[in-house]
């Protein structure tokens, strides 16, 4: 079974900075209520599968919101503050971030957000490189300001090759009266890191793997509709169980288990890729930049990408992570002779093409900084 999403998509507003940050905008059709058909729990466990899977292959874009913030005052995050935590109670390295932010990249700062974290060694210690966070925050969603709908307090853990995160989040349709709450717990947070085809890094929310479960709750005027989705590094299925759908007059009815394949939303292929792009990016220990890249279709599952100012001899390319062509995985050389690093990264093609998101890990492999480096998370627009 494959499915599609977006109410959900707001929900993962809270792994925005867990998980991590940067949202789809509101509205398309999956918003509307769904028609009215024979069975109300059937068709309410199709709307959210369907909202599933078009919000996990929103990852890379949320995954980019948590560095972003930590480059406060960047480009990408302008109205975004970092404060050094003096207190005396304060472990080292704790630093807040606060303000609002264009969380879905249209030019308008929806989110606001008030961030806690402590790091293992000074952020900034580029020769150190990062050696991971942890932390809390509180993230809330308007539209225009107009509408509050959504409010989420979560925790996480930032690494090199694996991110964690817990918390509970709740999104709010003005439109429809549906109320969708995800909860994480804290003894059993979710887990993620950049799908590679592994056996312990399959892609199970399109360019990422995910393992742990998530307790999800819709209500609405048509009833209640609650469920666990548990995911596993190991597996491209979710699993969903114990779902149940409770009428407003009380009536329950169980939903069977199900094992769901939610690859990757949209009817894209790999041409789709080829075009010049601005990319914007941000990375911890903590710096920005951009540069622009002409990609090109190399054959039926891989593409190359050529940076403007480089050859064609400093030509890189990536390949399809699974079956959509929306997720694709590569790597680079990069630095001076005796201090070079390889970055690899995944990026995830945005359903209408117009640009991409990145998340990646840079790790030095001769030199004084050798076994060392950071993270890094972009946004790319075609120009």
Request: hydrophobic content about 40%; some cysteine.
């Given at each position: 079974?494959?499915i599609v999403w977006t109410k959900?998509?707001?929900?993962?507003?809270?792994?925005?900075?867990?998980?991590?940050?940067?949202?789809?905008?509101?509205?398309?059709?999956?918003?509307?209520?769904?028609?009215?058909?024979?069975?109300?729990?059937?068709?309410?466990?199709?709307?959210?599968?369907?909202?599933?899977?078009?919000?996990?292959?929103?990852?890379?874009?949320?995954?980019?919101?948590?560095?972003?913030?930590?480059?406060?005052?960047?480009?990408?995050?302008?109205?975004?503050?970092?404060?050094?935590?003096?207190?005396?109670?304060?472990?080292?390295?704790?630093?807040?971030?606060?303000?609002?932010?264009?969380?879905?990249?249209?030019?308008?700062?929806?989110?606001?957000?008030?961030?806690?974290?402590?790091?293992?060694?000074?952020?900034?210690?580029?020769?150190?490189?990062?050696?991971?966070?942890?932390?809390?925050?509180?993230?809330?969603?308007?539209?225009?300001?107009?509408?509050?709908?959504?409010?989420?307090?979560?925790?996480?853990?930032?690494?090199?090759?694996?991110?964690?995160?817990?918390?509970?989040?709740?999104?709010?349709?003005?439109?429809?009266?549906?109320?969708?709450?995800?909860?994480?717990?804290?003894?059993?947070?979710?887990?993620?890191?950049?799908?590679?085809?592994?056996?312990?890094?399959?892609?199970n929310a399109c360019a990422h793997?995910?393992?742990?479960?998530?307790?999800?709750?819709?209500?609405?005027?048509?009833?209640?509709?609650?469920?666990?989705?548990?995911?596993?590094?190991?597996?491209?299925?979710?699993?969903?169980?114990?779902?149940?759908?409770?009428?407003?007059?009380?009536?329950?009815?169980?939903?069977?288990?199900?094992?769901?394949?939610?690859?990757?939303?949209?009817?894209?292929?790999?041409?789709?890729?080829?075009?010049?792009?601005?990319?914007?990016?941000?990375?911890?220990?903590?710096?920005?930049?951009?540069?622009?890249?002409?990609?090109?279709?190399?054959?039926?599952?891989?593409?190359?990408?050529?940076?403007?100012?480089?050859?064609?001899?400093?030509?890189?390319?990536?390949?399809?992570?699974?079956?959509?062509?929306?997720?694709?995985?590569?790597?680079?050389?990069?630095?001076?002779?005796?201090?070079?690093?390889?970055?690899?990264?995944?990026?995830?093609?945005?359903?209408?093409?117009?640009?991409?998101?990145?998340?990646?890990?840079?790790?030095?492999?001769?030199?004084?900084?050798?076994?060392?480096?950071?993270?890094?998370?972009?946004?790319?627009?075609?120009?």
């Open positions: 079974m494959t959900s998509r707001w929900l993962f507003a809270s792994s925005a900075v867990l998980s991590l940050g940067s949202l789809e905008a509101c509205g398309g059709s999956d918003d509307s209520a769904p028609a009215v058909q024979a069975s109300p729990s059937a068709a309410a466990m199709t709307t959210l599968g369907t909202d599933m899977t078009r919000s996990l292959t929103r990852l890379g874009a949320l995954e980019s919101g948590t560095l972003l913030v930590m480059n406060a005052g960047s480009p990408l995050a302008p109205n975004v503050t970092s404060t050094f935590d003096t207190s005396p109670a304060a472990p080292p390295n704790t630093y807040s971030f606060g303000g609002t932010f264009d969380g879905n990249g249209n030019g308008h700062d929806e989110t606001t957000i008030d961030v806690r974290t402590t790091f293992v060694n000074d952020p900034g210690d580029f020769f150190g490189g990062f050696d991971g966070a942890q932390g809390t925050a509180a993230v809330d969603i308007s539209i225009l300001g107009l509408m509050h709908i959504y409010h989420g307090n979560v925790a996480f853990e930032l690494g090199m090759n694996e991110h964690h995160m817990s918390g509970s989040g709740t999104f709010s349709n003005p439109l429809t009266g549906v109320a969708t709450t995800m909860n994480v717990s804290a003894a059993d947070p979710l887990g993620i890191r950049l799908a590679d085809g592994s056996a312990n890094a399959k892609p793997s995910l393992d742990g479960p998530v307790q999800l709750s819709v209500a609405g005027p048509g009833g209640t509709l609650a469920s666990q989705w548990r995911f596993a590094y190991g597996s491209t299925m979710v699993a969903v169980t114990g779902a149940t759908f409770t009428t407003p007059a009380g009536e329950t009815t169980v939903l069977p288990d199900a094992s769901l394949d939610l690859g990757c939303a949209g009817n894209n292929n790999i041409d789709d890729w080829n075009g010049r792009f601005r990319i914007r990016w941000a990375c911890l220990p903590a710096e920005n930049g951009e540069f622009a890249t002409t990609i090109a279709v190399k054959n039926a599952s891989t593409v190359t990408m050529i940076d403007d100012g480089d050859t064609a001899a400093d030509a890189y390319d990536a390949s399809l992570i699974g079956a959509s062509p929306r997720a694709i995985r590569g790597f680079f050389i990069d630095g001076d002779a005796g201090s070079r690093y390889r970055e690899d990264f995944n990026w995830t093609l945005n359903l209408d093409g117009s640009g991409f998101s990145q998340t990646s890990r840079y790790v030095y492999f001769e030199g004084p900084q050798a076994g060392r480096g950071g993270i890094c998370v972009a946004r790319a627009t075609r120009i």
